[in-house]
């Protein structure tokens, strides 16, 4: 079978793969989503020693801890979640349609109030918060890097002599792009358990990056086969970013660190994925040729 041949065949367990998989692949860290709304509580009336109520996730969820002597009920009316009872001592995460931030729109500047009301140990206490809507950022300057960057690494790789480097390099990057994506969302998930938050987001990483890794590896040692592995990899690694192009127009990540950072890992790893993915091709044609060209 020919290195072209086998590119092809590549490509193809690639796309099987993905849409076997396509559950993981769309999975965002958490079960959060970038959305154009912030959420934060803003009074806990009257105040209760020991009993405290926050909005985590940048409201996605509210957090109770309650350390006095009794239960603490949430009522019903704010989904399959609730009603809940908190005991004594304990803790509660959950996700509130009454004061979550996902799936809601308040215009930019504007704010919404909400509120619910507790049973603590019979005494009724309101937990009021607010909505706060963002700016969402201008999206076509991060789709044109996008594009410029897929461009640009099958471009340098039809001029350069060591076009396998190229592909490794941009592979490489794309990696690092994306582990560092993957690892600033995981970082923002405060409900759940990091180590499992973490081996979610990767999805189909989980393969892509020891692909992109070993393809990279093997290039280095002079021998042209580690391509298969760095464009099967880094189209892994493309797809799995796919849903979070959302953050191009969202004002509000799910990602512990400056939206623009998160903007720009999404358009390393989408576009250095992309260009790795649409090069692969005519360098395994160019080396198959010259390994013809030098056996005849």
Do not use: K, Y
Not at 54 to 70: K, Q
Not at 255 to 274: C, D, K, S, W
Request: net charge positive; aromatic share 4%; hydrophobic share 55%.
């Amino acid at each position: 079978m020919t290195a072209l041949r086998q590119a092809f065949a590549t490509v193809a367990a690639v796309v099987v793969l993905v849409l076997g998989t396509g559950a993981p692949a769309l999975a965002h860290a958490g079960g959060l989503t970038a959305t154009d709304v912030r959420g934060r509580v803003v009074a806990v009336t009257p105040g209760v020693a020991g009993l405290a109520v926050t909005a985590i996730e940048d409201g996605a969820r509210l957090r109770l801890r309650n350390d006095t002597a009794v239960a603490v009920t949430v009522p019903a009316g704010g989904g399959t979640a609730t009603p809940a009872v908190v005991g004594p001592g304990t803790e509660r995460t959950w996700l509130d349609s009454r004061s979550t931030a996902v799936g809601r729109t308040v215009a930019p500047g504007r704010t919404e109030p909400w509120s619910l009301v507790l049973d603590v140990g019979g005494t009724p206490v309101t937990v009021s918060g607010e909505l706060t809507g963002g700016q969402p950022p201008a999206a076509l300057p991060w789709w044109v890097a996008t594009v410029v960057l897929a461009v640009a690494v099958p471009v340098m790789s039809r001029r350069l002599r060591r076009p396998d480097l190229v592909l490794a390099a941009a592979g490489a990057v794309a990696l690092a792009a994306s582990a560092a994506h993957v690892t600033g969302s995981t970082l923002a998930v405060e409900s759940a358990p990091a180590l499992g938050t973490f081996l979610g987001a990767c999805g189909v990483n989980l393969l892509g990056w020891p692909l992109v890794a070993g393809g990279a590896a093997v290039v280095l040692r002079g021998r042209p086969a580690g391509v298969l592995g760095v464009c099967a990899g880094a189209a892994l690694i493309a797809v799995s970013v796919l849903p979070d192009v959302t953050s191009f127009h969202r004002a509000v990540l799910p990602f512990a660190g400056p939206a623009a950072a998160e903007r720009a890992l999404v358009v390393l790893t989408l576009g250095a994925g992309v260009g790795v993915a649409v090069a692969g091709a005519a360098v395994l044609r160019t080396f198959s040729a010259r390994s013809g060209a030098e056996a005849a």
